[in-house]
């Protein structure tokens, strides 16, 4: 006997300790190298597919490009051609001039150079960091525009941003050493505004910047417009020629740098060109990152991270709902639910982030989702190759190879812990046992049962039935357990049958059968130590009673009214009486059963025809206490038929009952003093 509490907390253990083992190694995830691949991985491919974006109308880029090197001259250049292109930029209205190039060696030229900034106004140059490492120090430096340009009115930026392992430039520093960069000196010389850091808090004027805008709180990540060139560019060549479109300067901040090398895939300051998020093919140019970090703080577009608390949420959700999916559903239907939550998912963070610019991490919740299913489906499946080790072990000896292979598909058919059932259950046991065994030897006794249980056992489960226990030379047979079965009672009737032409073969040996079908309940029976699958209830007791009923009326096998309901119209069936069992008050119409109907064209089967045609008349008028008529009758058929001997069992109760009638109030009910 299974012990439901146990069973009940162990369905609910293992996927707890499953959930949470998941949730530990999510946390486990944040010291593992590749895990931050992944997640950069994931960023830079909702990076891909998002639309490109407008950048704002303020924000353009003059790139020294290859072209710009072969009409001009080889890099780098002359201190008048910057002289000449800021000129270029006066005159186009642009309002800020940003140079992603370092003057920091002085030079003749310089006062040209100067001469133009002091012309334009606000020029931004490039300022960057050096650093000598040497085993006995290090040694950081800051490289400066030279002073003359400075004096002239320009100010410097830093040129610096920061690379992730692996190379790309996805973030870019509010401060670098507590100074502006490119960026935000550009965003201060258009619109006034400083980028001041306060503590955990950043401010760009009075705008405060919303928490979370990098997985660094010094710098905040770039949202890129797109690839490449996605924001205006133009050659310096032509600026310089006048071969730019009107109005393409007009009140702009340009950025102005070098944008050489396309093809270079490992990038590099050599070249300053990087990979980035939003690559589709060539590198972008250093001085493009810089327009989009301008254009991120101009358009306050920042893209934020989402926080622990929002994190931790939706995990500790999806780990809820995919436990749910692997507790309420077969794994199969699971894992279609859990591949459905794990796209639902990752269309919900695209939405996030490209609608509104905030970023859940895709890898963690996918990477729980994933161990808690391939845990549960796991467990689940070592489960259920024991629970058919189990049941193969328990019922192979017992059921045909079909129904076991069915229980095994679907062991949840079983019903382990006892549910109820319709179904019919057959007793059978051998005529004069008694004085069988007496006359022979043990050793026979045995062999004579093990060829009489083989032949009824081979029966039974051929016809789709389970062979439950064989009770000393009896043996208890059941149709609609352990799988439902609707042909339950057809099948058990087809099975007696079978029985009682399969013992042909064992004459003089004989065998009684009855059979019931009623509600029983079915499941493991017995201890916690020792159990079996079995049926009870008052129909499996019925059934044994009718086995024991076909004694007095000398007949083989003997059906309640119950099954000749499931089966009328399928055998040749005979009423032999209404009876009251032992033990029971409730009175029960037995019947005969002959034959199939299909077997019609037999001689016997019309044999068993005529008999029925003759007894029925005679029966009738038993039940109407027509007592003389009943008499003449009886006697004809006896008769006709002597072999039938309940035929003379009421033809002795007519002459009884016509000497001493019975009580006005009897029901024609046979009280059964024996089982």
Known sequence: MSDKKPRKFGKYVTPVIIFFAALLFIVLMEIMPWFGALERATYDFAFGIRAHLPPSPAVAVVSIDESSLKEIGPWPWTRDVHEALLNKLKEGGAKVAVFDVLFDVPREEDKDFARGIKNFGKVVLGRDLSTTVDPQFALQQTIEPSDELLNAGAVGGFVFTPTDPDTKVRRSPWQVKGETTLATEALYQYTGERVRVEGDNVFIGDFKVPPNTSSDPTTFTIDYVGPSHTIPTRSAYQVLDGTIPPGFLKDKVIFIGLDVAAYNKTGGPQVDRFPTPADEGPLMPGVEIHANAFNTLLTRSFIRDASLKVIWTLLFLFAVLTTV???????????IATGLLIIVAGVFV?????????WLPSVKPVALIIMIYSGNTLVQYRMAS????????????????????ELMKNPENLGLGGREVEATVLFTDIAGFSKISEKITPQELTQ????????????????????????GDAVMAIWGVPLDNPNHAVMACRASLQMHRAMLAMDP???????????????NMGSKERFEYTVIGDAVNLASRLEGVNKPYHTDIMISEMTEEKVRGHFLLREVDSIRVVGKQKPVRIFQLLDTVENKESVEHQRWSEMIDSFNPAHEAYNNRQWEMAIGLFEQHVSLFPEDYVGKIYLERCRSFHAQPPAEDWDGVYQMETK
Do not use: D, W
């Open 325 to 335: 999916f692997c507790m309420a559903l077969r794994p199969s239907a699971a894992g």
């Open 350 to 358: 695209f939405i996030i982030f490209s609608q509104f610019n905030y």
């Open 386 to 405: 024991r629970e058919r080790a189990q049941i193969s072990k328990a019922f192979k000896h017992y059921v045909s190879a079909e129904v076991l292979g």
């Open 448 to 471: 004579m049962l093990n060829q009489y249980f083989e032949l009824l056992a081979g029966v039974v489960m051929k016809e789709g039935g389970m062979v439950n226990k064989f009770i």
């Open 509 to 523: 040996v004989k065998c009684r059968i009855g059979l019931n079908t009623g509600s029983m309940i079915a499941g």
